[in-house]
Nanobody, 123 residues
Framework: QVQLVESGGGLVQAGGSLRLSCAAS????????MGWYRQAPGKQRELVAS???????VYADSVKGRFTISRDNAKNTVYLELNSLKLEDTGVYYC?????????????????WGQGTQVTVSS
């Protein structure tokens, strides 16, 4: 089994900061890209940021310059630093990872999701 466990969400005032963490555990051969998505009430889930296993990053235009994604491959963990938070950053933040596992003499890759962590930005 593979699990992604997020932490670090909470309530913060506009302009404040938070740091989210997501740790992967279980029977893992390799973790490929990792990312953070968010879903605001009544809206579709959207990509916030992603990072490859060699450190290349992609950000949504709405968070560029405010959020920073990073990862610690030794700890199977991805982080998201959220700075200069705005009301519209409110939502449930989900961790995602493409994970390769061994099976039957071969390997297969599958997307895994965390349970989500709530980020609420107040005025």
């Amino acid at each position: 089994q593979v699990q992604l466990v997020e932490s670090g969400g909470g309530l913060v005032q506009a302009g404040g900061s938070l740091r989210l963490s997501c740790a992967a555990s279980g029977s893992i051969f390799r973790i490929n890209a990792m990312g953070w998505y968010r879903q605001a009430p009544g809206k579709q889930r959207e990509l916030v940021a992603s990072i490859t296993n060699d450190g290349r990053t992609v950000y949504a235009d709405s968070v560029k310059g405010r959020f920073t994604i990073s990862r610690d491959n030794a700890k199977n963990t991805v982080y998201l630093e959220l700075n200069s938070l705005k009301l519209e950053d409110t939502g449930v933040y989900y961790c995602n990872a493409g994970i390769t596992r061994a099976r039957g003499g071969g390997y297969y890759t599958k997307d895994y999701w965390g349970q989500g962590t709530q980020v609420t930005v107040s005025s």
